[in-house]
């Protein structure tokens, strides 16, 4: 899995680094991300993370 940040939507509200804190770090204005293929074992947070974004930004691609 590969996660995609749509720096164009995200604001920066930092739900994803709280849901999945190895993966995201929100900045003042958009996110950045710690682990754009994060393994299996994160997949709920990073589900998580997409689910509660404000905005929308975030998605999970299957490669």
Do not use: N, W
């Amino acid at each position: 899995m590969r996660v995609v940040v749509d720096l164009d939507l995200c604001q920066g509200h930092g739900m994803c680094e709280l849901e999945a804190p190895d993966v995201f770090e929100a900045g003042r204005d958009s996110v950045d991300l710690l682990d754009e293929t994060p393994d299996e074992s994160r997949r709920a947070e990073c589900e998580a993370a997409v689910r509660y974004c404000p905005t929308q930004a975030l998605k999970i691609v299957e490669d």
